[in-house]
């Protein structure tokens, strides 16, 4: 399939996926649009013209992917309503369920997971319930159904929508529970999980607060492990990103697992336990979209390298995103994680060449340009969906990015040595811990230091969705002037340009690479 079929077929399902989330699409319309598909395809069959008769065909191509994408998420929305719950809303139940995901620690309340039957519950309990994933508890508590709400920064909230997208349709707050039975999830799971929680307290055990929680949110994603009050700084400076697991920090991890591979494997296995190393590391710090669509990309580069294939970033992440959104529609429109993730991705694959040429003058010493570059496009790739979505914008986040990101590929790697030394020997991992407690305090200095700067960030009144449309179309049309004007831009743009793959691999031979092993790749020259 070309390029241009390709994309026109992902845009196809996005928006009927997005359409259908937002309003009630009956199958009479999605009838209507597989009509008009099969009109337009047949006008294209009998037009002459090459040009217009493949706009035709990419017409049809996109209204039947938009119906499919519809059905979709219409199928999803039918299985939502469960009579036998929804009678209950309101009033006392006694539930019996199994802890499906690791509980989620808050400040005053542990969240909890449970899958009752079928159905999947958020319950709210004591924070300092003794409950692991697993366990079969007993539930009693009210039953409800999340409402939207509105933030302090003046935000409507789509609750539902949000713990839709997480599989929950129900909850239960202030709940009563009782282990009934422990050892009740997948084994492979509990012993991963247990591994992770023997990890934590060897760090824990090393590294004082609050270093220590910024240790566990950037290997593991813990955030609450921060704090409210760091995580506000962390918001402020706009470095949040580093302790949610952002794509950065899983690729990270899987360079370093494919780094250890490279003395241990043959080439070609190194995939299969690539893979099974982002797999268990997707599981350990908790399967959000970002780590997902992160793991997904990931897991295809190791396949494009073993089996000799160009990797096309752009078609990875649309892979990945298109996977995700058929699994779960509900991803697309109320996962903000997922939004801003793509959006991320979406501002290095394009913008950020571009971008790189004209800040020439940073230095290149500890990659601050690459870092500078980096946070510049994902920060203008972002902003209309994060001012919509969440109202605050940090003015300083650009600095802080590039003092940051250098020092967390190092903290990473001396927590991991620190946590994994301190198994075997806590003196030993005392020595390594200092090292680590340095890099980590270096980071909180910078957070802390720019955050109280005046202004550091600023918070923008709600602005309806349309601007946010209106926002990216400029970047769109900006995108467009830019690859029409500079030439440097050919094989990076190479996704953007409606011509077939063929034809495109031609024009950008100059920017491949040639591996140790003589395998040939054609990739972006941000990427090398």
């Not at 399902?13 to 199958?27: K, N, Q, R, S």
């Not at 209204?63 to 009579?83: D, H, K, M, Q, Y």
């Not at 199994?98 to 004591?126: G, S």
């Not at 946590?419 to 957070?447: D, E, K, R």
Request: with cysteine; net charge negative.
């Amino acid at each position: 399939m070309s390029s241009f079929y390709f994309y026109t077929a992902i845009v196809g399902f996005a928006v009927g996926v997005g359409v259908a989330t937002l309003y009630d699409i009956g199958f009479a319309y999605v009838a209507l649009l597989v009509a008009l598909a099969g009109a337009v395809g047949l006008i294209s069959r009998r037009n002459d013209r090459a040009i217009s008769s493949r706009n035709l065909t990419a017409l049809a191509l996109l209204l039947i992917v938009c119906a499919l994408g519809i059905i979709r998420f219409n199928f999803t929305s039918l299985e939502i309503a469960n009579e036998a719950y929804e009678s209950q809303v309101g009033s006392q139940v006694l539930l019996e369920g199994v802890v499906a995901r690791e509980p989620d620690v808050r400040e005053n309340t542990t969240n909890l997971y449970v899958r009752v039957d079928d159905e999947l519950f958020l319950v709210r309990t004591n924070r300092y319930s003794e409950v692991s994933y697993g366990d079969l508890l007993l539930i009693e508590g009210e039953l409800e159904k999340p409402d939207v709400f509105e933030t302090d920064l003046g935000r409507t909230f789509n609750y539902p929508g949000y713990l839709r997208a997480r599989g929950v349709s129900y909850t239960v707050s202030f709940a009563d529970i009782s282990v009934v039975a422990p050892n009740q999830g997948n084994i492979f799971i509990e012993k991963i999980l247990a591994g992770k929680q023997k990890f934590m307290q060897s760090i824990e055990g090393i590294l004082p607060e609050p270093q220590v929680g910024l240790s566990e949110g950037l290997l593991l994603g813990v955030k609450q492990a921060l704090g409210d009050e760091l995580e506000m700084v962390f918001r402020k400076t706009g470095i949040i990103h580093i302790v949610v697991l952002s794509g950065y920090n899983v690729m990270l991890v899987v360079i370093f697992i494919t780094y250890v591979l490279a003395y241990v494997v043959p080439y070609r296995a190194r995939v299969v336990f690539g893979i099974m190393a982002i797999v268990c590391f997707a599981i350990l710090v908790g399967l959000s979209a970002t780590v997902v669509r992160a793991s997904i990309m990931a897991s295809l580069t190791l396949i494009a390298r073993a089996t000799g294939r160009t990797y096309a970033v752009m078609r990875a992440l649309m892979f990945a995103g298109v996977v995700m959104v058929l699994i779960n529609p509900y991803l697309l429109v109320y996962d903000v994680g997922f939004q801003l993730s793509f959006l991320a991705t979406l501002g290095l694959i394009f913008l950020a060449p571009y971008i790189e040429q004209k800040v020439w003058f940073m230095p290149t010493v500890f990659g601050m340009r690459e870092f500078l570059t980096a946070t510049i496009a994902t920060q203008i790739f972002v902003m209309p969906i994060l001012l919509y979505n969440i109202g605050e914008f940090s003015v300083v986040s650009v600095v802080v990015n590039v003092l940051v990101l250098p020092m967390v590929p190092i903290a990473m790697f001396l927590t991991f040595a620190t946590g994994m030394i301190g198994l075997v020997s806590v003196q030993l991992a005392t020595v390594v811990g200092f090292a680590t407690h340095v890099s980590l305090s270096y980071i909180l200095v910078i957070a802390t230091f720019f955050a109280e700067v005046p202004f550091a960030s600023f918070v923008v009144d709600a602005f309806p969705f349309w601007v946010v449309i209106l926002s990216y179309c400029i970047m769109l049309y900006g995108l467009y002037v830019v690859q029409n004007t500079t030439a440097n831009l050919v094989g990076t743009l190479s996704g953007w340009i409606i011509e077939e793959e063929e034809d495109l691999l031609e024009k950008i031979k100059e920017k491949s690479v040639t591996r140790a092993d003589g395998v040939t790749e054609v990739v972006p020259r941000f990427f090398r």
